[in-house]
């Protein structure tokens, strides 16, 4: 018998999932049954009060930001398609009702294990800068950065998208339904509505003076959203349902030439305030890349992730590197020292990330070295004074031609989406997917938001006469924190998750990894744990929950305390013996379902 497990819903977000079941599958209700729920956000669960359960399933699970994504991707799995069909059909239902964070417009990094061939494949669709694109494209008329909404609003912060290309060939590769079919579900929520989130709600009315700018955007998120919320009635997107339509019978290439490609050109060129330098051939030929899983040894697991354009695999491979020697589940998560010892174990992690890592197409990284097992424990060897870490500078690993490249300057800010997937036959989906900022450029294409990644570039070109790394090329991708995470016991999967977030990315993965793997916490503990966060010295604290509790012994042991909300997105699942379990942060509006 199929039983559906939605753990710790309120009665209303589970009422939302089951209406968005009944909208996927085409059946009718009355009006009023109809109504999809609008999911509400939780607060953070405070440190020590008692999380939700997970969600328990035997066969397949899907954890995903929005109920009406993760119920897409369950229905595909009932349907008999792959961990990849279902992907594909969470990523684009995410598009319509999550705009905000992913889409069409933007990129992702997927980390997939193939259980037929004990494989584990990484694809790079992060975007590229167009050709014309020169290192200067960030710098003011006075050779000053520019202010970074300055950047971002209009067409010169968007690359070209690469998530339409990457959703083509993950499925050609592992997909087993109809490429077309995949389209069904969001093509029907576009065209018959949705009910928009309070989260989505609240984002809009704040985003709304930079969503005017462009008319297209005004018209959709300020002035129908307004009148859809007024009416009591349902969002239809229509572009976008006529968008799916032409990928759905035409392919990616549909997007990357013909109709569809001059729109979003003509949007990017013609934005009168900040206009961009996209052209017809950089979306014609952009590529999706297969790179190297980044892979570090961790007590008894293998922890892997992304590689370059993404420092995420990295950043988050050299923190648990240089914890190990450690005994952190002696520490425990209520212990001071536990967190000083993780908090300066990122600020290490991070100088190393400002310094060395960017698109390796175009730089040098000396990866092996960063992950080296001498190297990470010399690095160790800091952090065992008993205070914070007064000063925290980049490290010299092997392949020492690399440091010919100076620190940058990036701002990531937190959007973003992550989901994963397990399938009947063990094939496992971890992906990360962005549009960067929250409603990236402000630029609607099509039903669509076209995304600001090119603001991940380091807006200097140079410091003190050395070049850094990861600045501005034409081709290039713009370096990431994304960190889309399977960790393999025995070589077999057994936990997989992410985050958004920004640069939060990496510290939000590693303490979720921290937490279950050293504290023995369960998916949604460990999702749900309150944050803390140190990237270059001040430790962020996360505001209305328990780890307020650390300010004065962060305090005395050094630490600048910011108390402030961190948002992340944490979603997850683990695989064992007796079945998968599932947890989705508490912050947002995800669930997990599984059968």
């Not at 799916?244 to 997007?255: K, W, Y």
């Not at 590689?307 to 212990?335: K, M, R, T």
């Amino acid at each position: 018998m199929t039983a559906l497990r939605i753990g710790a819903l309120s009665l209303a977000r589970a009422a939302g999932a089951l209406a968005a079941l009944v909208v996927c599958l085409g059946l009718a209700l009355p009006v009023a049954a109809q109504e999809l729920r609008r999911p509400a956000p939780e607060a953070a669960t405070p440190l020590g009060s008692t999380p939700a359960a997970p969600v328990r399933a035997e066969d397949w699970m899907v954890v995903a930001a929005h109920p009406l994504a993760a119920e897409t991707g369950a229905d595909i799995l009932r349907q008999g398609g792959s961990a990849i069909d279902a992907m594909v059909a969470v990523q684009l239902v995410l598009g319509l009702v999550e705009p905000q964070s992913s889409g069409l417009g933007g990129g992702a990094f997927l980390l997939y294990w193939d259980a037929a061939e004990n494989k584990l494949t990484s694809l790079d669709g992060r975007e590229t800068a167009p050709s014309a694109a020169t290192p200067e494209l960030f710098l003011d008329e006075d050779g000053e950065p520019l202010g970074f909404f300055d950047a971002v609003i209009g067409g010169r912060s968007v690359g070209v998208p690469g998530t339409p290309r990457l959703l083509e060939e993950a499925h050609r590769r592992w997909g087993r339904l109809a490429w077309a079919e995949l389209f069904q579900p969001a093509i029907f929520l576009a065209q018959e509505g949705f009910s928009p989130s309070p989260r989505l709600l609240a984002l809009a009315g704040e985003a709304a003076d930079s969503l005017s700018r462009q008319e297209t955007a005004k018209t959709y998120f300020v002035d129908t959203l307004s009148a859809v919320v007024a009416a009591g009635d349902k969002l239809k997107n229509p572009a976008y349902a006529a968008t799916l339509r032409t990928l759905a019978e035409e392919g990616a290439d549909a997007f990357y030439e013909g109709a569809i490609a001059e729109s979003i050109v003509a949007a990017i060129r013609r934005f009168d305030d900040n206009p961009g330098l996209m052209r017809l051939q950089d979306l014609a030929g952009y590529e999706v890349k297969e790179r190297e899983p980044v892979c570090i040894a961790y007590r008894v697991y293998e922890v892997c992730g992304m590689g370059p354009p993404s420092s995420g695999g990295v950043a988050v491979g050299q923190i648990l590197g240089l914890l190990s020697p450690f005994d952190l589940a002696a520490l425990g998560h209520e212990s001071a020292e536990a967190w000083r010892l993780i908090g300066d174990a990122s600020r290490l992690a991070f100088a190393d990330r400002g310094r060395y890592l960017a698109d390796t197409d175009f730089v040098p990284a000396p990866i092996k070295g960063l992950l080296d097992p001498d190297y990470l424990a010399a690095r160790a060897e800091l952090l065992e004074g008993g205070t914070r870490l007064e000063q925290v500078t980049a490290g010299e690993p092997q392949w020492d031609h690399a440091l010919h490249f100076a620190p940058g300057e990036a701002l990531e800010l937190p959007s973003t989406s992550h989901f994963v997937i397990i399938d009947g036959a063990g094939n496992v989906v971890s992906m990360t997917t962005t549009i960067e900022n929250g409603f990236g450029s402000r630029l609607m294409v099509r039903g669509f938001l076209l995304n600001n990644e090119l603001t991940d570039f380091s807006f200097r070109t140079h410091r003190d006469g050395v070049p850094v790394a990861n600045r501005v090329e034409p081709g290039k991708r713009p370096r990431s924190s994304m960190a889309p995470t399977i960790v393999f016991q025995d070589g077999e999967p057994v936990l997989a998750l992410g985050s958004p977030g920004g640069s939060r990315i990496i510290p939000y993965v590693a303490k979720t990894l921290i937490a279950i793997l050293d504290w023995g916490m369960d998916v949604q503990e460990a999702v749900a744990l309150p944050h803390l966060v140190n990237r270059t010295g001040v430790y962020d604290v996360e505001a209305g929950t328990r780890a307020e509790d650390f300010i004065a012994a962060l305090g005395l042991l050094g630490y600048e305390v910011n108390v402030r909300d961190l948002n992340s997105g944490l979603h997850a699942l683990a695989i064992g013996p007796d079945g998968l379990s599932g947890g989705a942060d508490p912050r947002r509006e995800g669930i997990a379902i599984g059968r």
